[in-house]
């Protein structure tokens, strides 16, 4: 037999969603949560995440029960890895009982996936859900930094997921039935969509989404979302462009 | 260089196991060194289709498991020069085979000057259909003209490009071939049936080939003949430009897409 390595020990950068509490209070959480999830429930299913406790290290164990918080998270069938405190050893900590890490999560990943971004080499990532859209779900102080779309030129296969994060999708290429292409901002395909295309997902209400053929399974801008049995059947086949407008989700040919 | 194709689809009974017998079988016709592979453990039937189950002694698991040689274990085919089966078991299930193991014997029939492998995959989506794909250099995506098997295609063609080794490895990705099988022109013309455009339109990867819905692919089934050795019947011709288009000729015509014209009598009685 050769001597062949069977494990290597290796230092490594990855991206990981994160999410920022900003309350102690379950309900608020669960609520928000949910609404969140129920966007993109393929997307966000068992996605590992870092869960953000700095903003509550002012209160005390008494004041809340840390595991239970992480508790609510799995309950939406995300995946807690670790909990992230600005100081390790403070008091929270000792209750948490998953791994800590410290210091500011958020802008570490935020640089490293522009740094991901400006290499050109932002490929897919339906197996790899761990890029950061940290804080915001229960936040909403997302910033949108410019950055080069998302650009995929084949199709998009039924099952499949793609996250365009804080950025535009351009797929050149049909997206099949049952595969979801999600963006912070706007999604263009040139070519007919058949999945489910979810744009805004971070609350930006004024992203579109455009298609040079409209046979969605789910059409969303900014959690405002219509199934296919609610778009006009003139509309179906069509190249058409969906947007909110007073709240409101529009469908209009192009 | 040996290439390794699978035949896969994500649905059951669309034609695989037909499909790998009568590709593997047409290609060592045309003097290529190959060998067809049932990754379906547990229900194997690809020896049934190639006529050979009574010479089944070792199988893919005893391979994987290093119980039996290479030698030991490949049947060589009666009819062809260059073919050999390499049979699933009956009585292990899909766990027994594992990654390392199958890419052991790959190796072996590598370094047996091996041309082409064929991958005859199980249905699903699940760890034994990976399996079978996981090597793939070329795919054969073995369709009917029916909504759910199109779905399942555009399914396993999403797999391919995220978990066979060429993805894994960031190699070039696994060419795809549509093979539409069970086609039915008639059924098409009724709207009962997708045609050969909406197939490929929903799809979007090239057209290896469309092999019409006919008896004799049950009866040489039966017999353990792959249907690509009756030159007379249309599924066999269908098969034989197949394997044309697969080694190069890609712009010949298709044919058999056009319901046959009624005759005088079936048209008096509709
Ligand atoms: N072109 C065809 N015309 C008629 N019957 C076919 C054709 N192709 C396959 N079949 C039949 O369909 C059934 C399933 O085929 P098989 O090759 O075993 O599919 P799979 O391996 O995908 O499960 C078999 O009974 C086979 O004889
Ligand atoms: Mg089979």
């Known amino acids: 037999m050769s001597s062949k390595a069977g494990v290597e020990l290796k230092g490594g950068m990855y991206t990981f969603m994160s999410l920022k509490l900003h309350t102690s209070d379950t309900d608020i959480i669960n609520q928000q949560l949910a609404d969140k999830v129920q966007q993109a429930?393929?997307?966000?299913?068992?996605?590992?995440?870092?869960?953000?406790?700095?903003?509550?290290?002012?209160?005390?164990?008494?004041?809340?029960?840390?595991?239970?918080?992480?508790?609510?998270?799995?309950?939406?069938?995300?995946?807690?890895?670790?909990a992230s405190l600005s100081n390790k050893s403070s008091p929270l900590g000792d209750s948490i009982a998953i791994p800590l890490i410290e210091g500011s999560v958020r802008s570490a990943a935020t640089?490293?996936?522009?740094e991901k971004q400006s290499s050109q080499e932002q490929t897919e990532e339906q197996n790899e859900p761990s890029s950061a859209i940290e804080g915001?779900?229960?936040?909403?102080?997302v910033e949108f930094i410019v950055k080069a779309p998302l650009f995929i030129n084949k199709p998009v296969r039924s099952g499949q997921q793609i996250y365009a994060r804080?950025?535009?999708?351009?797929?050149?290429g049909p997206v099949g039935p049952g595969a979801e292409v999600i963006a912070d901002?706007?999604?263009?395909?040139?070519?007919?969509?058949?999945?489910?295309?979810?744009?805004?997902?971070?609350?930006?209400?004024s992203t579109r989404i455009f298609c040079t053929s409209?046979?969605?399974?789910?059409?969303?801008?900014?959690?405002?979302?219509?199934?296919?049995?609610?778009?006009?059947?003139?509309?179906?086949?069509?190249?058409?462009q969906i947007w909110l407008e007073d709240g409101k989700l529009r469908i209009e040919p192009l | 260089m040996t290439k390794t194709i699978v035949v896969t689809s994500g649905k059951g009974g669309v034609g695989k196991t037909t499909t790998s017998a009568s590709i593997a079988t047409g290609l060592a016709k045309r003097g290529y060194k190959t060998v067809v592979i049932d990754f379906d453990v547990g229900l194997r039937n690809l020896d049934l289709v190639m006529g050979c189950e009574r010479r089944v002694v070792y199988d893919l698991v005893n391979l994987v498991n290093q119980e039996s040689s290479l030698h030991q274990t490949l049947i060589k085919d009666k009819r062809i020069e260059n073919l050999y089966i390499l049979p699933a078991s009956q009585t292990r299930d899909k766990d027994a085979l594992t990654i390392e193991g199958i890419a052991r014997v790959m190796h072996k029939l590598k370094k047996s000057d091996f041309d082409y492998i064929i991958c005859d995959s199980p249905a699903g989506i699940e760890k034994g259909a990976k399996m079978a794909l996981y090597?793939?250099?070329?795919?054969?995506?073995?369709?009917?003209?029916?909504?759910?098997?199109?779905?399942?295609?555009?399914?396993?063609?999403?797999?391919?490009?995220?978990?066979?080794?060429?993805?894994?490895?960031?190699?070039?990705?696994?060419?795809?071939?549509?093979?539409i099988t069970r086609y039915n022109p008639g059924r098409v013309k009724d709207g009962q049936m997708l045609s050969v455009d909406d197939i490929v339109d929903l799809l979007a990867i090239p057209l290896l080939g469309i092999i019409p819905e006919s008896p004799t692919v049950l009866d040489?089934?039966?017999?353990?003949?792959?249907?690509?050795?009756?030159?007379?019947?249309?599924?066999?011709?269908?098969?034989?430009?197949?394997?044309?288009?697969?080694?190069?000729?890609?712009?010949?015509?298709?044919?058999?897409?056009?319901?046959?014209?009624?005759?005088?009598?079936?048209?008096?009685?509709?």
């Open chain 1, 41 to 82: 429930p393929a997307f966000f299913k068992n996605t590992p995440v870092v869960v953000d406790f700095s903003a509550l290290e002012a209160l005390t164990d008494e004041q809340f029960d840390a595991n239970e918080l992480i508790e609510c998270v799995r309950r939406h069938k995300l995946v807690p890895i670790v």
């Open chain 1, 111 to 114: 640089q490293k996936s522009t």
């Open chain 1, 136 to 141: 915001s779900t229960i936040s909403r102080e």
């Open chain 1, 166 to 172: 804080e950025t535009d999708l351009i797929i050149m």
């Open chain 1, 185 to 205: 901002n706007n999604i263009h395909i040139y070519g007919p969509l058949r999945g489910r295309a979810l744009c805004g997902v971070s609350g930006n209400a």
């Open chain 1, 214 to 240: 409209l046979e969605a399974e789910l059409v969303s801008v900014a959690g405002s979302f219509r199934m296919l049995e609610t778009i006009p059947p003139e509309l179906r086949g069509k190249p058409a």
């Open chain 2, 135 to 179: 090597f793939a250099d070329e795919a054969i995506v073995t369709t009917n003209p029916e909504v759910s098997s199109v779905r399942d295609s555009d399914r396993i063609l999403g797999i391919l490009q995220s978990e066979s080794k060429r993805s894994k490895m960031n190699e070039e990705p696994v060419k795809e071939h549509l093979l």
């Open chain 2, 220 to 270: 040489c089934s039966n017999e353990g003949k792959p249907v690509i050795l009756d030159d007379d019947s249309e599924a066999g011709q269908a098969y034989s430009d197949a394997i044309d288009r697969l080694l190069g000729e890609i712009t010949k015509p298709h044919r058999f897409m056009e319901a046959p014209k009624k005759g005088f009598l079936s048209r008096l009685f509709g």
